[in-house]
């Protein structure tokens, strides 16, 4: 047979989990999905693989630079690095049979074959919604995004959060006002670094693009405006700033404000803050970034923002749209290194059944009445020692073991025992899905 | 901007769904991922792109022809063309970190660049199950895994279906005697085709293979052996056989099978096939095939079977399994195009929520209330009359509206209509999620 063994590994930059790990991420996972799905966003699975042609309509620089790229037959073929170009090219192909405004989410693994660091992933899932609509979008969806990630974040329980939102308009606006247009693409990218390189080299670097120092002053007294979110409004309005693209920005910026309040968010989980402009091009009005308090350093784990024509690679159609991402491999990497999450158990069942003797068809039926009262369970099958099986139970965390031996099946018993309290009960087999539910409304587990 | 428009379109070959069909589609995914995990399998999530080394190790001929494989940088990359190589090179490279038996299920997308054509896919889910030993694993097995695929389709409820079984043993046993053990390859591929091309064309090939006529005459006595499944294990338990495997087979047949009754599976759902081979050469044991009986031209929706070794070409470790595997985009492609199923409704949400006027804060609470019931709900803040609203709602097929108008934000009330009744009804706004739930109860929405 095969005598040269081949290594068993994976490449870097790839994140291959565990089983007790995988059961945690894909907690998070679905905890995200059905938040997305609790809001109307549909589900949408577009393929890996797409044609170079359509996939890179866009792209550019960095991205095309990292694109996992190949030949397959007379096709050039790439894989998605994105959610947001495959979301372009659908809505454009299938605007017909879509009905707008067309709420989606995605949440699958994109590739970008990068020099592989720390937190950097080459296959990595975003999970993604984004709003289209058909010639206009509502306001009130400005406020919608952040309230889905408010209950997100809520109830994934990292601890305190941030929404942080910002209007381009504003930035755009106030920028226009100084007459800085041509700079602004630059002095935006200066700005969106103030968190991590702070005021004074924000200056340095403003003054390198050549810029008047009384600009930069009202540049620095424009970014650095604290307060409430009420306040900073009303220090926004008070701005004497003949500009009508600033002035529809700060009226927007207020109005979604108020939506957000109006869909739950508590005033200290989102803040103003008009250093964020999102680098990308793209966006147009509001954008967000998200920050958990406790680990700030984390960076954003999660942004997005408004832009006017998601699809103007490939139609003429004007479909303005509002989206965010959640980076998830990333943030749960992130997580886990930073100790915020651990994997709880290595099993998803809550009862082990374990027969002592050979009787079979007894131990199936407990088994199968405790499955079909919906409580997943696993039965020990191996021959081994009652320890050795005890053992396996407490490995992989399972809360309850129902134990049959002789007397029991004599009986018409289990022996139930509950793993975290040690209690032992002798149960009638027809009523162990019901006493397991009864010990786990009690209890933790 | 952009003039050239870039024609938006996929790749042939690909599957991907519109909402609707999407909706089903995760219906039947979510109900596959629940029983599996109903029944202890953890969840996997290998990469898409491996190391061409590591995932060709077995492979050649046809497969290693389909695989889409190219380099990035300096490494000779593959997509995964099956989800059973993965959890072989998981499974060896993380022995020690693993509890056996170890039993995981992975839901995921494999790539097969092969010429496409009807009901063939480049890219396409399996889901697959599979329970590794270490050095040994029980029979009981055997009857698990046939179990969790009866309880899956009893749940997906795609009418009648068989799952048929045979065991590799009673075959290579019965060859063997035969002294037919040098083309047990050629004449299992011939048996395995007998219900597509007739017991006919199966003795004219064998004849082909200059196989005596008196050894046909006993294969096909053999593989035509009829009755009820007792029946047939009485048959072959009759048929004189001087050979150890044979006899091994027959008995893991007839215990097998036993289990199958011990986990519930009903008898007319199962049934002794004795010429199921499934080509593979790597199964060593119990083989499944299982087909919808009112379209057994589909074929088999779901196969697997035991192997001896998993992790052969990667260490010295004997780590015997089993497993099964469901073809998910050919099955829900061919089911469709059947008019087995079809899609419901293009929406996930059980209520929309249509403000007449502007007052969106009231709006937003009452959506908010029915969201925080658990309900999937979403708004329609687009300005557009009455009937466009209602239409909206009746397009997607969203069971219940909530009309608020001047009225209602007096009243503290909202206009609840049911969709599928045309009932309308005046319902405090604190009251509406219990209002939908008790209406979702007796109706059929």
Redesign the interface.
């Given at each position: 047979?095969?005598e040269n063994?081949?290594?068993?590994?994976?490449?870097t930059g790839?994140m291959?989990?565990?089983?007790a790990d995988?059961?945690l991420?894909?907690k998070i996972y679905d905890t995200i999905r059905g938040v997305y799905?609790?809001?109307?966003?549909?589900?949408?699975?577009?393929?890996?693989?797409?044609?170079s042609?359509?996939l890179l309509?866009k792209a550019g620089g960095e991205t095309e630079k990292q694109i996992?790229r190949?030949?397959?037959?007379d096709?050039d073929?790439a894989?998605r690095f994105d959610l947001t170009v495959p979301l372009?090219?659908?809505v454009?192909?299938?605007s017909g049979?879509?009905?707008f405004?067309f709420?989606?989410y995605q949440m699958s693994?994109v590739?970008r074959?990068e020099r592989p660091q720390k937190g950097r992933f080459?296959?990595f899932y975003q999970c993604d919604i984004d709003i289209i609509g058909n010639e206009?979008l509502?306001l009130?969806?400005d406020g919608?995004i952040p309230a889905v990630i408010y209950n997100i974040f809520r109830k994934l329980d990292f601890g305190k959060f941030t929404i942080r939102i910002n209007n381009r308009k504003v930035l755009n606006g106030f920028f226009e006002a100084l007459d800085l247009s041509d700079n602004i693409t630059d002095i935006l990218r200066v700005i969106d670094k103030i968190d991590k390189i702070g005021s004074e080299n924000v200056i340095s670097e403003l003054e390198r693009l050549n810029i008047d120092s009384s600009k930069i002053q009202r540049i620095m007294d424009f970014i650095t405006i604290s307060g409430t979110n009420n306040e900073k409004l009303e220090a926004l309005r008070n701005i004497p700033m003949d500009n009508e693209k600033f002035a529809q920005g700060v009226a927007e910026l207020e109005k979604v404000t108020?939506?957000m309040r109006?869909?739950?968010i508590e005033e200290d989980y989102f803040e103003i803050d008009l250093t964020i402009a999102r680098g990308l091009d793209y966006y147009t009005g509001t954008v967000y970034e998200t920050v958990l308090d406790d680990y700030r350093d984390l960076g954003s784990v999660c942004s997005g923002g408004r832009y006017d024509n998601l699809?103007?690679?490939?139609?003429?159609a004007k479909l303005p749209g509002i989206g965010i991402s959640i980076g998830l491999t990333r943030l749960f990497s992130q997580l886990k290194e930073a100790g915020i999450i651990r994997a709880e158990s290595?099993?998803?069942?809550k009862a082990l059944v374990i027969p002592m003797g050979a009787d079979?068809?007894y131990?199936?039926?407990a088994a199968?009445n405790i499955?079909n009262a919906?409580i997943?369970?696993?039965?020990y099958?191996?021959?081994k020692g009652m320890k050795a099986k005890m053992k396996?139970a407490d490995?992989?965390g399972i809360p309850f073991v129902a134990i049959i031996g002789e007397d029991e099946v004599n009986n018409n018993t289990v022996a139930l025992k509950n793993m975290t309290t040690g209690e032992q009960k002798v149960v009638n087999i027809d009523d162990i899905a019901e006493e397991i539910k009864t010990q786990m409304r009690k209890g933790s587990n």
């Amino acid at each position: 047979m095969a005598e040269n063994k081949i290594k068993p590994r994976i490449l870097t930059g790839f994140m291959e989990l565990l089983p007790a790990d995988q059961i945690l991420f894909n907690k998070i996972y679905d905890t995200i999905r059905g938040v997305y799905e609790s809001f109307g966003f549909l589900p949408l699975d577009t393929p890996v693989i797409e044609l170079s042609q359509v996939l890179l309509a866009k792209a550019g620089g960095e991205t095309e630079k990292q694109i996992y790229r190949f030949n397959k037959g007379d096709n050039d073929l790439a894989l998605r690095f994105d959610l947001t170009v495959p979301l372009a090219r659908y809505v454009a192909q299938h605007s017909g049979e879509l009905t707008f405004p067309f709420k989606r989410y995605q949440m699958s693994k994109v590739y970008r074959g990068e020099r592989p660091q720390k937190g950097r992933f080459r296959e990595f899932y975003q999970c993604d919604i984004d709003i289209i609509g058909n010639e206009e979008l509502s306001l009130v969806y400005d406020g919608e995004i952040p309230a889905v990630i408010y209950n997100i974040f809520r109830k994934l329980d990292f601890g305190k959060f941030t929404i942080r939102i910002n209007n381009r308009k504003v930035l755009n606006g106030f920028f226009e006002a100084l007459d800085l247009s041509d700079n602004i693409t630059d002095i935006l990218r200066v700005i969106d670094k103030i968190d991590k390189i702070g005021s004074e080299n924000v200056i340095s670097e403003l003054e390198r693009l050549n810029i008047d120092s009384s600009k930069i002053q009202r540049i620095m007294d424009f970014i650095t405006i604290s307060g409430t979110n009420n306040e900073k409004l009303e220090a926004l309005r008070n701005i004497p700033m003949d500009n009508e693209k600033f002035a529809q920005g700060v009226a927007e910026l207020e109005k979604v404000t108020e939506y957000m309040r109006d869909f739950g968010i508590e005033e200290d989980y989102f803040e103003i803050d008009l250093t964020i402009a999102r680098g990308l091009d793209y966006y147009t009005g509001t954008v967000y970034e998200t920050v958990l308090d406790d680990y700030r350093d984390l960076g954003s784990v999660c942004s997005g923002g408004r832009y006017d024509n998601l699809t103007e690679y490939y139609t003429n159609a004007k479909l303005p749209g509002i989206g965010i991402s959640i980076g998830l491999t990333r943030l749960f990497s992130q997580l886990k290194e930073a100790g915020i999450i651990r994997a709880e158990s290595s099993s998803l069942v809550k009862a082990l059944v374990i027969p002592m003797g050979a009787d079979m068809e007894y131990t199936l039926k407990a088994a199968g009445n405790i499955r079909n009262a919906g409580i997943p369970v696993d039965v020990y099958y191996a021959q081994k020692g009652m320890k050795a099986k005890m053992k396996y139970a407490d490995k992989l965390g399972i809360p309850f073991v129902a134990i049959i031996g002789e007397d029991e099946v004599n009986n018409n018993t289990v022996a139930l025992k509950n793993m975290t309290t040690g209690e032992q009960k002798v149960v009638n087999i027809d009523d162990i899905a019901e006493e397991i539910k009864t010990q786990m409304r009690k209890g933790s587990n």
